[in-house]
């Protein structure tokens, strides 16, 4: 066999390409099997021809053979052994006989050609079908997650502007208060604003890093596997059917002798079959210059003159030591995964080198579908790998050695019946909805927002003293009680971009109409619900939300909690979809889906269809909250 290349190794960014050519193989099984179904019937109707004359020249032998033999008068008797001693009668009912036993044989090669090769096909295209499926499948998830990492790369950029203008933002305001108390206190939360700025900054800086890195791997690694699983899927197809074309060959030699030399035609122009010898054909037709995308670099705001130098000024520092430690902790669970995941795909893949198309070996599909599924669980876990690893060299890049205090809090998300004091910031923590977290260990109260703020100083005298830099090695075996699945690669990172937008603001209702009259204000409607993002400060206002997403500053007097806001985070928003496909969810953040079924979607600036690009958030019928495809649900 000569040598060639790979899909993956030539082609690069040419999966969609690829798949059309399995669909013209899949079509062209369709065309060959089609082909013997009707040959099958034409069989059959001249079998069913042979069989009427046959009975046809019964009758009528039986009407005349005995005066052939005898005579339409004889006179001696005679019986069936006696017509069965005339040589013609004998030879012409040789004949008769002949034309039975060829209808029978008509009808058999239409039953084996039906049972062995027409069926046959049907199940290799459906298997071929399920499996191209499979692959797009995952391709639409690789792009999806990968679109993901770009989208929130944008986010943070979005976020840092943001938090630059909200810098000026604070300073005006700063000028409109008139006595020395609230000035202290609005000095202060400028401060802490540029603090929160130089954060969103070092957020930016590490979402591009995983941008790029999510880029690299996708363009280096998971394409070239995807195309050379095609590929390889592609092999086992046109072999299958090359079997299954040379079986029904050799019916066909059985049944005519004297059609041989054809049929030995037909068979060695099948035996000359060579997929690999078709596919080098396909890929010197379809070498194509190619250029991976450029890395992304640090933009500054247009409205704050920056450096893309990481910040490690004292606050920002403790936020990204926070960040590190909790990245190594995560990587140290999902390395163990990932290993052992490596290990079955291995060894799965040894297996299915072992095998052939033949079933009398062992079910290469069922072989083929657990080495796929493996080896996609294991593509998505060191996509995860490379975000935490990418979001670790960042920082470490950033702050060397001093990786922060070694005590870090035990925080667990919580709910607050009365205002507590932030532990960092110094204001309350409000709300039903678990606005806040608390450490289980020191007892310490902070906004989620906060959590990555405070030093890892916890002081708790009998508090357990883990080490944040080393990380927590877990084994994916369970020695005691019940199996558990190991958890999805989507549970080991977040989107960068969330991460400042954890909190489940609290929910108000508004009293008065209220107009605008500066860009940092924000029109509001009597009776609307708006999101409070800040309460009031002393100043007499506060900044909220409204449903569309857009945020200002509003007079204090106007709003009035919404005591009906039901906790938790399910807001519904009335629109309902219904699936149009069944889908099979890749992690915990997403809905698997079932032909038929009805959902409906959240609402919110980031719910709904407004999710992400590809992808919408919805609540199913079991009150379960997730993502799922756009293109696999329509409106309802």
């Known amino acids: ?172 305001k700063q000028g409109r208060v008139s006595d020395d108390k609230h000035t202290d206190r609005v000095a202060k939360q400028i401060e802490q604003q540029r603090n929160d700025m130089l954060n969103s900054k070092n957020i930016y800086l590490i979402s591009t890093a995983i941008a ?116 190594r902790s995560k990587l140290g669970e999902l390395n163990p995964l990932i290993e052992a995941k490596r290990r079955e795909a291995d060894q799965l893949a040894r297996q299915l080198m072992g095998y052939t198309a033949d079933y009398a070996v062992g079910n290469i599909d069922e072989m083929s579908d657990n080495y796929l599924e493996a080896a996609h669980q294991l593509t998505l876990y060191t996509v995860s790998e490379r975000i935490l690893k990418a979001e670790i060299d960042t920082i470490v890049a950033a702050v060397g050695d001093d990786e922060g205090g070694r005590y870090p809090h035990a925080f667990k998300s919580a709910s607050f019946s009365i205002p507590t004091t932030c532990g960092y910031c110094k204001s309350s923590i409000w709300g039903l909805s678990k606005q806040g977290k608390t450490c289980k260990t020191c007892g310490i109260s902070v906004h989620s927002k906060c959590e990555l703020k405070v030093p890892a100083d916890c002081q708790h005298p009998e508090a357990e003293r883990p080490s944040s830099v080393l990380p927590r090695k877990t084994s994916i075996a369970s020695t005691t009680g019940p199996a558990r699945s190991p958890p999805t690669a989507s549970s080991f990172v977040k989107s960068v971009a969330s991460e400042e937008q954890e909190d489940s603001y609290p929910s108000a209702r508004v009293l008065f109409d209220f107009t605008a009259t500066s860009a940092f204000e924000l029109d509001i409607t009597e009776g609307s619900i708006v999101k409070v993002l800040e309460p009031d400060d002393g100043s007499g206002w506060v900044k909220v939300a409204s449903s569309r997403g857009k945020g200002g500053l509003v007079p204090a007097s106007y709003l009035e909690l919404d005591s009906s806001e039901p906790s938790g985070d399910t807001d519904f928003s009335g629109q309902r979809v219904r699936a149009i496909y069944a889908y099979q969810s890749q992690g915990d953040d997403e809905l698997s889906l079932t032909e038929g079924e009805i959902l409906e979607l959240t609402s919110g600036p980031n719910g709904g269809q407004n999710y992400g690009d590809g992808w919408w958030e919805g609540i199913n019928a079991a009150k379960r909250r997730g993502i799922f495809p756009s293109n696999y649900v329509e409106l309802a």
């Open 1 to 172: 066999m000569q040598e060639t290349g790979t899909y993956g190794g030539l082609l690069p960014d040419q999966v969609e390409r690829i798949a059309s050519l399995f669909d013209a193989h899949l079509s062209l099984i369709n065309d060959v099997r089609e082909l013997y179904r009707e040959r099958t019937t034409i069989e059959r109707e001249y079998a069913n021809k042979l069989q009427a004359l046959a009975k046809k020249a019964t009758d009528k032998k039986g009407k005349f053979e005995a005066v052939l033999a005898v005579g339409e008068d004889p006179t001696k008797a005679w019986d069936v052994s006696t017509i069965q001693q005339n040589t013609l009668d004998t030879a012409y009912g040789s004949l008769v006989d002949s034309l039975v036993g060829a209808s029978q044989d008509h009808i058999s090669i239409a039953e084996a050609l039906t049972s062995q090769v027409v069926e046959v096909l049907r199940a290799v295209e459906v298997k071929g079908t399920e499996a191209r499926k499979k692959e797009m499948q995952f391709f639409q998830k690789l792009i999806a997650d990968r679109d993901r990492v770009y989208a929130d790369r944008l986010k943070t950029k979005y976020k840092y502007d943001e938090e630059c203008i909200e810098i000026e933002t604070n300073r005006q």
């Open 212 to 327: 790029n890195e999510a880029k690299a791997k996708f363009y280096g690694e998971d394409l070239p596997l995807l195309e050379d699983q095609f590929q390889a899927l592609q092999t086992r197809l046109v072999q299958r059917v090359t079997k299954i074309l040379q079986h029904s060959q050799a019916l066909e030699l059985g049944h005519l002798d004297h059609l041989k030399n054809r049929i030995n035609t037909c068979e060695q122009v099948l035996a000359r079959v060579d997929p690999i010898k078709d596919q080098t054909l396909f890929i010197e037709h379809n070498i194509r210059p190619f250029t991976a995308p450029a890395d992304w670099k640090f933009e500054p705001c247009a409205t704050h003159y920056d450096t893309s130098d990481m910040s490690v000024e004292p606050a920002p520092k403790i936020f990204l030591q926070n960040k590190l430690s909790r990245c």
